[in-house]
């Protein structure tokens, strides 16, 4: 029946189909898998998704339970309660009991095996098409140089297409960091040490957020002023801006972090150990304007009490996600006048809580025409297998290498 349509006419109707349907699409004839996995069509796919009125937005929860990594899409329309949309499975093995999630992008999760032991393994996965790209090790590892810290960013480069991640080291803090970037047309990891610089440390346990093309770390010069480190993912180049001036209560607030808040970069600032547990939200209104720090969000948690453990997401009309000690998932307006489950449940194990992560994600084909795919085998091991369905390598063998000088790769 494609043989009777115009080919614009056959890529405006695949354009409007889930990704799932998509791929059973590739069955179809020759002609349509080389159209659905070109490259050109994962671009305008994700586009004409992105700017669909009727695409709802979609969220990606990560919990780990009974040492199994889940990954679940809800959809995050009005209602206060998440719907699940679909469940994806997991096929990587962690030696860390779970991966650190670095970041998502058009559909693809950046992933690294570095919560506690440094295991040199980053993968890129697309959860959608159950495609997979093993990154090969950096330049800078344990056996070579020893004890250091990392820091990982994952995002697009919209000008060439190209999925990147910048791998940030540091062997001693008063000495300037090593910079590599890999780059997914590539596939190789570039030292760019020598031609980008990064003054400010950025500072520990900060986790990158990607947001207007760059990722985001909290860092801080020497003389204790911390600043937002900034890596444009296009011009592979670093910048700095200023933090808000914070008001004297939100500066009580201990814990802070980067996040995203409707699609702008924003400051997350909470206490749960005061005698009243607050949760505030600074957004840049105009990115890269530093003057354009606005409060736009302050939750008194007093209704929740000594339950509340932690914000994971702001929701796109204001209300905060927030997990309490019980493992469940609540949802609190913007002056913390009421609290509704969202029909998440839990547990109070510290793994489980540390586990839980709450990202923005839609569905995309990134990954269909390249890559690898993860699947187990009979022993349970996971096995990288090409395109062919042939195996390409064992990534059960790679983490028993690793294994055998796990105590050498802990962390600082």
């Known amino acids: 029946m494609a043989d009777y349509f115009l080919e614009d006419i056959v890529i405006n109707i695949l354009h409007r189909l889930p990704v799932k349907t998509l791929l059973r699409c590739t069955a179809v004839s020759k002609s349509w898998r080389s159209l659905i996995t070109s490259p050109e069509f994962t671009l305008s796919h994700l586009q004409f998704a992105s700017s669909s009125q009727q695409a709802a937005p979609s969220l990606l929860l990560r919990r780990c339970i009974k040492s199994s990594e889940r990954y679940e899409l809800y959809s995050d329309d009005e209602s206060s309660s998440f719907a699940r949309l679909a469940a994806f499975q997991f096929p990587f093995k962690s030696m860390n009991s779970f991966f650190t999630i670095v970041g998502s992008c058009n559909g693809l999760l950046c992933l690294s095996d570095d919560r506690v032991y440094l295991m040199n393994t980053v993968v890129l996965w697309n959860p959608s098409v159950r495609r ?78 990607y947001v207007n093309g760059a990722s985001h770390w909290t860092a801080r010069y020497m003389d204790s002023y911390d600043v937002v480190v900034a890596f444009d993912m296009c011009l592979e180049v670093f910048r700095t801006m ?62 929740i009490g000594s339950e509340f453990v932690r914000p994971l997401w702001i929701r796109k009309h204001g209300e905060a996600v927030v997990v309490c000690q019980d493992g469940r998932l609540v949802c609190v307006d913007q002056e913390g006048g009421w609290v509704k489950d969202v029909g998440v449940r839990g547990h109070r194990s510290d793994t489980y809580q540390c586990s839980l992560v709450v990202d923005s994600f839609v569905c995309s084909l990134v990954l269909l025409e390249r890559g690898c795919c993860y699947t187990y085998d009979a022993s349970g091991l996971d096995t990288l297998q090409g395109d062919d369905g042939d195996s390409a390598g064992s990534s059960g063998s790679e983490y028993e290498k690793g294994s055998e000088s796990i105590s050498k790769h802990r962390l600082l």
Not at 243 to 254: E, F, G, K, M, Y
């Open 132 to 209: 997979s790209v093993l990154l090969p090790k950096p330049n800078l590892i344990y056996n070579s140089y020893g004890s250091f810290t990392q820091y990982l960013g994952f995002g697009f480069d919209s000008v060439c297409s190209d999925y990147k991640v910048v791998r940030i080291t540091y062997v001693d803090v008063a000495v300037h960091p090593q910079i590599e970037l890999y780059k997914l047309s590539s596939g190789v990891w570039k030292d760019l040490s020598c031609c980008v610089e990064l003054v400010p440390v950025i500072c520990s346990g900060s986790r990158q957020v």
């Open 242 to 303: 200023k933090l808000p001036v914070l008001h004297l209560s939100d500066n009580q607030l201990r814990s802070r972090d980067l996040a995203v808040y409707i699609d702008c970069l924003a400051l997350t600032l909470w206490d749960v150990s005061g005698a009243e547990p607050c949760f505030c939200v600074w957004v840049m209104q105009e990115y890269g304007v530093e003057k354009s720090w606005t409060k736009k969000l302050c939750f008194d948690f007093t209704s």
